[in-house]
Every structure is written in structure tokens, then in C-alpha cells.
């Protein structure tokens, strides 16, 4: 799925270069006939496109939203982030000096990257991974090293082992609210203990969170509400979040909490990259973020129509597939991850699924090796529970057409 470039006359470092095969298969998925699970976009449909209208058309009275702005991002954005980022540590004071705006939280990764990397320098990652971080740490020369994840995130006793056993890290990077691929949320206990980690063998965490706040907080049990960040818990983690997943990807606003002597180099890093973001964007979000009544609101929705998605989707896998596939139940997030049991190759199964009109990622994409060849990643989170029985209805005829094969 993935392509190399290697064209000649180009820098060494374009050698290596690979697709993402996420996005590759995007392109693929382009077809109107193709019913997409694969891409991990947020819902168009409810996408708040008039209450971005109106932050649009109140940025636009400003004469500050056409210009220029500081390259650590607009004040009055800092400001609310730092506030809101406040609030999901439980109070802890987030001073407004330590937040960085990005150009979505993934130049943020590579920001971060180029500050904390040297070439051949050890990055831990989930297993499987963010592929988006997958594709940072490789264009940064990183040596990728991977920790397997259960079902309550990374599994910390097998880094304890690893480091005990000479690892030594630069960077563990993580998702541990709502994991794409897995959907799986770290528990209060690994999250300590990573973070004690960190301070005992000295390494940075990057605590990758874009999907905390689509918790599907169910009013009977706190299932799905995640426990206080990673960063509550050790001053070596550099937190990410996003307005890609909450608000709209265009906007292009994510942003990072992190010591000064990271936010003085990421600074500097960027003035290079890009100068600073756009302050028209930057001003919308700040704006949709500080409306906390109609944010909350909103919030509300998301998490309503996603855990309805999600139900769809699932119960329609466990009625086409039965004993064959085992399907994770997400609690947040946008993705189900589901393992075939009868030895199905979801690589080979992505062929079949596209000419029968759906597609879906399998399991290899977000791994370096073949492991994880009998699963795959779902996206529930853009399509109506009616369009989603119509994908797994595919997905089933193009199972049966390639086992018959
Ligand atoms: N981190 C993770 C774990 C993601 O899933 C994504 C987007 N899919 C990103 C970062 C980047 O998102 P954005 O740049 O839109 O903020």
C-alpha cells in the first residue's frame, strides 16, 4: 500500500521518504461509489458550519485576523487554550506562556521531532501506531522502537522491562485517550507510571490527545470520561490537542503544553517552517472555544451521534461476522479495530472490499512489520448508521468473494 520515491538528484533524506498509506488510500476512496471507513475524518454532516460562518464574519472585523501574527501563535487563542487545557488537568495552572499553536497538532509532531530527535536517536511508539507518527519519527531519521498496547494502553511494565534492560529513549509517544487504531483509553495506573518513567530515565512523553473530549459519557456509569492526562503527572510531557477532530480539520489549529526550553526551540523551528500560523483561523477557533455554552452543546451532539454510530457499526459487524471477527466497543473516539479470526489477510480482503464499493485500513498500515495482517481499522465517525449497514453488508460480500478464491 505504501509508495517509495526514490528520485535521483534529490537530497539524501528523500530516500527514505514512504506514503502514507492512509493517505493513499484516501485518494482510492475519492470514488463516489466507495463507501469509506479508512480516512479518519470527522463527520462533514455535523460539522458546525454556521456557527463557523459567524466566527468567520466576527475574526474578519478585526484588523489583526488578516495579518501576521506571533509565530507561538495568537495571544487571545493561547489564552483560551490554556485556559480549557487548565480545566481537563483538573485545575492545574497552565500558564499561557507554555502553549504553542500549531498548524494542526501533526506540525506539531514534527516540530517537536526536529527539537527533540537526532538522527539514529531512540522514539518509542505505540504498537500499533498513529501512522501520522509513525511518518514523522521516520523523516526525522529516528530509530522506531514499539510497545505493544492492550486494553488499557501501553503496556508500561513491557517499557519498564525494555529500559531496565538498556533502552533509552529520547521520545515515547503515545495516544492514550480513545487510540487510533485500537480505541482503546490508558487506565489511571499506566499513566502514572509512564510518567514516573519519564522523570526516573529521563525521556519526554508526547501525550498525542485530539480525541479526549469525543467521550461517549454515558449518564448511568462514567464509562468513557478518561482519566486525568499524562501531563498531570510529570513535567517531562509535552501534551498535543487539536480543533481538527471538535471542531473542523480545515481550520488547521492544534496546539501543545510544554516546558519553556521546548517551547523557545519549537519557536524558533517554526519562525524557519512557516513564520506563524493564520491568524484568521487562529481567532475563529479561539472564538468557538471560548463560547463555552454553545461549545458544550456541541460537544454534546458529537458524543450523542458518535456512540450511536459506533453502536451501528459494531452490531453490524457481530450480525455479518459472527465468531469470525472479534470488534473492539468504543468508548470515544472515531475508530473501531476488529481481528478476523478465520486467518482473512485484511490486505488481501481490501482489494475484494473496494471493488465491492467500501474500504476500511488494514491492520499492516499501522505497524512496521506484517503483524496485525488479520485486522483492521473501521471509522464509524462519517457515516450514518444506515450507510455504515450498507459498508458491512459489503464488507461481508467481499469476504465471501475472496474466500471463495
Ligand atoms: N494525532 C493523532 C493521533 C491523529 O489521529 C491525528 C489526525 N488523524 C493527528 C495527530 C493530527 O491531526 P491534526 O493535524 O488535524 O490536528
Known sequence: MSTTYRPAGLAARTDSLTSSAIRDLLALTARDDVISLAGGLPATDLIPI???????????????????????????????????????????????????????????????????????????????????????????????????????????????????????????????????????????QRRRHLAALADRYGFWVIEDDPYGEICFDTTESDIGVPPLPIACHSDRVIRLSSASKILAPTLRVGWFVAPPSICAAVELLKQGADLCGSSMTQLMAAEMLADTAWLDAHLVVLRREYACRATALTNALGAEFGDRLTVSRPEGGMFAWATFRDGTDTGELLDAALDHGVAFVPGTAFASDAQYRHSLRLSFAGSTPAVLAEAVRRLGAAHTASTRV
Do not use: K, W
Not at 459567524?54 to 487571545?76: F, I, K, M, N
Open 50 to 188: 454556521d456557527r463557523i460562518a459567524a466566527a468567520a464574519e466576527a475574526a474578519l472585523r478585526r484588523p489583526d485576523a488578516v495579518q501576521y501574527c506571533e509565530t507561538s501563535g495568537h495571544r487571545t487563542l493561547r489564552s483560551v487554550v490554556a485556559a480549557r487545557e487548565s480545566l481537563t488537568r483538573g485545575g492545574m495552572p497552565v500558564p499561557v506562556e507554555s502553549v504553542i499553536v500549531t498548524h494542526g497538532s501533526q506540525q506539531a509532531l514534527t516540530l517537536l521531532a526536529q527539537a527533540l530527535i537526532d538522527p539514529g536517536a531512540v522514539v518509542v511508539v505505540d504498537e500499533p501506531a498513529y501512522t501520522g507518527a509513525l511518518q514523522v519519527f521516520s523523516i526525522a531519521e529516528a530509530c522506531i522502537e514499539s510497545i505493544p498496547i492492550t486494553d488499557t494502553g501501553m503496556d508500561t511494565d513491557e517499557l519498564e522491562r525494555r529500559l531496565a534492560a538498556g533502552l533509552r529513549p529520547a521520545v515515547v509517544h503515545t495516544v492514550a485517550n480513545f487510540h487510533n487504531p485500537r480505541g482503546v483509553t490508558m487506565s489511571e
